[in-house]
């Protein structure tokens, strides 16, 4: 039942308005003059309907908007590490030599680079200083491909980010084909 005074609720059968005071005469039923509006109690000036609560909509799509937004962020920052095995520092290491008692990496820092190979000449399993061989140079990575430059001589290489390898195939390996795992 609705007071007809103020529009709020009223419990069904009520006598009085519990917001207003207004004072509703009980009428049988289907009787037209039972619902007509009296005088306000104490003089009180009639109230106006409560509005509905506002929905916090802004709020809402604000948390919405910043939460996809963290997310990808950390998306982004998940590739950029991960994808390539983060990026081209590091050390690849060639183990296609190792049975033959071999060892060769390459040490990559930035635009710098050094050849590290070892062989195990005794068969003793400990690598004496003349064992161990180092040359330093440059290398330069362009896509799928890097040049390699040491000692003057220049060597282009398969690079795959993906996959952090470096692949060496030059005549000047014998016909061999060296491929370097990114660690």
Partial sequence: MTCPNCGMEMPEGS????T???QVAQQPQGDYYAQQPQAPVNNAA????AEPAKKKTGLLIGIIVGGIAVVAAVVCLILFVFNG????DGKYV????????MDI???VDG???EMVMSYDVNGDGELSDDEKESNSGTIEFDGDTCTITIEGESMDCAYDKKEGTITMSD???MGMELVFEKE
């Fill in 111 to 113: 635009e710098d680079v």
């Fill in 171 to 173: 005549e000047a390996m």
């Fill in 20 to 22: 207003c005071g207004y």
């Fill in 15 to 18: 006598v009085s308005c519990p």
């Fill in 94 to 101: 060639c183990s296609s030599l190792s049975a033959f008692g």
């Fill in 46 to 49: 009639p109230m106006a309907p």
């Fill in 105 to 107: 990496y390459l040490d």
């Fill in 85 to 88: 095995k983060g990026g081209t």
